[in-house]
């Protein structure tokens, strides 16, 4: 915990009773359009934070399960704690400044009072995968829409029924799935909160086809819902709901010229009867709330996922990381610098017509609004700003003490960060992208380069190079005396070497061309670079007798670490082999654990390389595949972990093969997972720019 303020347990979640407990994160915002919210509410000149003049530079949001409160003046965070047991999709502040709801991947739904974050009211919403949060203006109601299995708009009321804010499910419409046209939405009422969890389903992955799905939805002043759905094989929907959940218009959503079905990409609050539609393409349709009727089209150029309304000004952000304000009759107004060329994902005023919060993948920027008399927009002044990791992560690793945790980027950064710390302690930047780190010693940080150079750095200088290789340095690995380390390339080689102690030099002990590029013609499920068979992981075996290395091939082969001959060749994959960890479970044999592209994970006996079980995580909705798995080191720990390409961390007990525990922590692909070994926890990396440090609470 690193807020200044009080922490108090009737406002903070206890994360111990998570599974997933996040200890710490390190990056700007996990935002999207509907998470983030000002303190400083520009709605209410009498709100007690509104008397506060720097509270206009304080804005609360998301990352990943939890929330930071950021002071972009001071450049600290002021509050975070975990508030969902996976990734916040939604944050939205009440109209009226008194609430906050959110709500997260799995379907956990939370009433917070407004600024102050005490947990008022919990629900569990009857879908999963959430991602868009809408309050009707009056504050009493609010709604949730999740586009996943079972894709729904779930409306519920906030009520003081009993003296205390109590959250009630309204009820929910259900997208249909059938292929048939007009059929009906499914309404289902409830006057009870609902606990019916997401419904199972035999279809995910690979495997899993989109239907129809809800993708938006705002609340009219009138009560009534607009809706917007994309459906498989037909045009966009777009329609309107009573306050009481019954369809009371349908409309197709086409363009003139365009494609019938248009993908939907964001939706602006209520303004004069109008909502702003932005939809791929780079097309923004002004809709009509009541009627339903495209009154205009405006041809940005570009697609926004994000919008905030200037007066009857729409602002956009392009591509090109400038503001764009168009007029009512979709004209150009003006297009300015942001200082950032960062994607941005959400907009927000701080002072309405005045001052700006942009949200990107990795920045929080703080903009001053200046105009000229006639309220024209004359230029954007960045002030402030909150900078993560430039790019996505990937690599992580704790050092030997487990003092400090380094994590690279593919913009060629690298941060060495300490748990009480918000901000880096270290950072350095190399000329090519990062794809692995690991510890010399506990001061010096090993940094594995796409372009095949793998660089030194000593805290506090410069890094060096230190050696190159052929191709793409994909992993490496000490042994656990850590007088030899272990790299694998992107040529399907593992190379060896010994660093003599107090050397510099590393000296060459074998080369191995591990997994040879496949001849003849190409697997279509083969090789993401031609035809090789990159060496994506690899690790010694407890004892350092052997070493495991997998690939692209779908294999992973075992080598004698004195030889370098190959004592086995572990087939069984149908896709590549990305990661493969080896443990002796106290109690529990010699295990070796390798996951897939295929969503597989073998556990395999690692003498006598029997398969002993394959688990997977086939019912994780969505395309994905899994990228790193580890053991925990604890000698008598059984836990096993594994990560996935979207997001999740799973955990399995690896001598029963029961799941434990899963949740979705990532807003991208997870692209780094380290254990350390003297204080119990992990950590993990991701593509949205994040860095979590992590503690399991599961046996």
């Known amino acids: 915990m690193d807020s200044k303020e009080p922490q108090s347990a009737k406002h903070r979640s206890d994360a111990s009773r998570y599974p997933i407990e996040i200890i710490q994160s390190w990056g700007a915002a996990s935002a999207r359009h509907t998470s983030g919210c000002v303190v400083h509410s520009p709605r209410r000149p009498d709100h007690p934070t509104d008397k506060d003049p720097s509270s206009e530079f304080i804005f609360d949001a998301p990352l990943g399960p939890s929330v930071v409160r950021w002071d972009v003046v001071a450049q600290t965070r002021r509050l975070q704690f975990q508030a969902h047991n996976d990734l916040v999709t939604c944050m939205r502040l009440s109209p009226g400044g008194d609430y906050i709801a959110t709500s997260c991947y799995s379907g956990e739904v939370k009433l917070w009072s407004a600024p102050q974050w005490e947990c008022l009211a919990v629900a569990m919403a009857p879908m999963a995968s959430q991602h868009h ?18 894709s729904s708009i779930v409306m519920y009321s906030v009520s003081m029924e009993t003296g205390k804010p109590q959250l009630s499910q309204l009820w929910q419409v259900v997208a249909p799935q059938d292929k048939t046209k007009g059929s009906e939405d499914k309404v289902q009422s409830s006057l009870a909160e609902s606990e019916t969890p997401p419904p199972k389903s035999s279809q995910s992955g690979l495997d899993y086809q989109y239907g129809n799905a809800f993708y938006m939805a705002e609340i009219n002043p009138s009560g009534d819902v607009l809706a917007v759905m994309e459906r498989q094989s037909a045009p966009t929907l777009v329609q309107l709901y009573s306050p009481e959940g019954k369809l009371l218009k349908t409309a197709e959503l086409t363009v003139e010229g365009g494609s019938k079905k248009l993908g939907t990409l964001l939706i602006s609050t209520y303004r004069d009867g109008i909502y702003a539609l932005g939809v791929q393409g780079g097309r923004v349709l002004y809709l009509d709330a009541e009627s339903l009727a495209v009154t205009s089209v405006l041809n940005a150029g570009f697609s926004s996922r994000t919008c905030v309304w200037d007066g009857s000004s729409l602002v956009l952000p392009a591509d090109t990381g400038k503001l764009v304000w168009w007029g009512a009759g979709g004209e150009k107004l003006g297009e300015f610098k942001a200082g950032s060329a960062d994607y941005i994902v959400r907009l927000d005023w701080s002072v309405s017509g005045h001052a700006l919060w942009l949200c990107g993948f990795s920045v929080l920027s703080y903009l001053q609004v200046k105009k000229n008399d006639n309220g024209s927009v004359v230029s954007l002044t960045p002030s402030h700003m909150i900078k993560s990791h430039d790019i996505a992560c990937c690599g992580v690793a704790f050092s030997p003490c487990g003092q400090y945790l380094a994590s690279g980027d593919l913009a060629g950064g690298v941060w060495v960060t300490q748990q009480d710390d918000i901000m880096p302690k270290y950072k350095c930047s190399v000329s090519a992208s990062v794809r692995c780190v690991v510890w ?38 000490w042994d656990h005396r850590r007088k030899r380390l272990a790299l694998g390339t992107s040529m399907g080689v593992l190379e060896v070497y010994e660093l003599p102690e107090g050397g510099e030099l590393f000296e060459m002990v074998a080369v191995v061309t591990a997994h040879p590029p496949k001849e003849g013609k190409q697997d279509q499920r083969f090789g993401q670079l031609g035809r090789q068979a990159e060496v994506w992981s690899l690790c010694w075996s407890p004892d350092d007798g ?17 030889t370098w001959k190959c004592l086995a060749t572990l087939t069984g994959h149908t896709m590549a082999v990305t990661s493969v960890d080896w443990k002796e479970i106290k109690g529990g044999g010699n295990l070796l654990a390798t996951c897939s592209d295929d969503r597989t994970v073998r556990l395999i006996d690692g003498s006598s390389y029997e398969l002993l079980r394959v688990v997977d995580t086939k019912d994780i909705h969505g395309w994905h595949t899994l990228t790193y798995l580890a053991f925990d080191p604890s000698e008598d720990s059984p836990l096993l972990v594994c990560t996935t390409q979207n997001g999740h961390l799973v ?29 119990h926890c992990l950590a993990t990396v991701g593509a949205d720019c994040a860095v979590h440090m992590i503690r399991l609470n599961c046996s």
Request: charged share 20%; proline share 2%; glycine share 10%.
């Open 440 to 477: 010399q010693d506990s001061s010096t940080v090993l940094i594995g380069c796409l372009d095949g150079v793998m660089h030194r750095w000593r805290l506090g200088s410069t890094p060096a190079v230190c050696m190159a290789v052929k191709g793409s340095v994909i992993c490496m690995a």
């Open 133 to 150: 949060l809408a309050w009707s203006p009056d504050s009493s109601r609010f709604l949730i829409v999740g586009n996943g299995i079972n």
């Open 546 to 562: 052997r070493m495991a290395t997998c690939s692209e091939d779908q294999t992973t082969k075992i080598w004698d670490t004195k």
């Open 651 to 679: 955990i399995w007990n690896c001598l029963t093969g029961e799941r434990l525990a899963k949740g979705k922590i990532h807003c991208g692909s997870i692209e780094g997972l380290a254990w350390d070994h003297t204080h």
